[in-house]
């Protein structure tokens, strides 16, 4: 399949290796200059579970996206904040027949997407894999992980099944999902909880999830989150998300990972997604009258918190 990645950090780059590496045709859209030279002279670097390789790809920058071909499917992976620019830049590569992916964290994205393709062309996903940038060019990739997508318009369930069967062979476990939504309200509920938190207390999901208040917030965080959900008729399970949570702060698991919030803001001193999950809720909240005080501080103390760092 003729696969393009719009967002090639992290993500992007996991995304796009596993894709290559299965003999998909795979190119990379992003918009870090250092990233893409780094890639064109000395290809992606990558460190898989331990193991070196290093993968010759193409990757163009989106502002001169001057490709004598259209995309069959666009994986997109920017930053939520991102989006917008790079589905403007996107146009050139896009045809009737393209169908874009979202993988984003965050909520509201097929928002944005729908302004620059109909909407039975998109397909809504999450995932849980996870992955992390060591510098322009490298990327480090370990653990296990899984995603599931859905059409967002009814009719489009055969071409959804065709993109999950393409990432699955692929490694990338991909399933079919019945109600995508739920599950991208579910994931955004479990980074409202971990990333905010590892972000401000600057330690790991296993060192967080080890606190003595960490229970105690996490409930708060998803109680608010659920109020928000069920006002839009999605019923979220808490006792089913926290299970999830204290899984993926598991040593054995995610327990080592420092979420990409933390990736982003404290490695990287870039702003964060967090207008996207915390935010939203706050935003939602307002909107339906329904109090949500964790979330709003939570993201105001991200916003100082990129205020100090002079996050770009
Ligand atoms: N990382 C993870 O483990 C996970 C991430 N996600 C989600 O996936 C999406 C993509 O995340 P992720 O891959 O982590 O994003 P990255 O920050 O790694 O990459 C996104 C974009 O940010 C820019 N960028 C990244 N690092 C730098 C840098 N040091 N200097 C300049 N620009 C940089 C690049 O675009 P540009 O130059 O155009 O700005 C890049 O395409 C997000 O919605 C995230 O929440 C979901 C699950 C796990
Ligand atoms: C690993 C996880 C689930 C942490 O919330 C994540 O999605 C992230 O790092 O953004």
Redo the contacts with the bound molecule.
Sequence with gaps: MKIFIAGAGAMGSRFGFMLHQAGNEVSLIDGWQDHINAIIENGLEVNYNGQEFNIQIPIYNQKDLDINSKAELIIVFTKAMQLDEMMKDLQPIISKETKILCLL?GLGHEDVIDKYLPAENIYLGNT?W?AGMTGPGKVKLFGTGALELQNIVPGFEKEANEIAEALSSAGLNAKYSDDIKFSVYQ?AC??G???GL?TLLDGN?NEVGATSTSKTMIWKIMEEFRAVADFENINLDLDYIYDKILE?NDINK?GN???????DLIINHRKTEIDYINGAISRKGTKYGIPTPYCDFLTDLIHAKEDLLDAK
């Design positions: 964290n849980v996870t994931k479990v980074n909880t971990m990333n590892c999901m993926f995610l990972h420092y979420p990409s919030m933390y990736q």
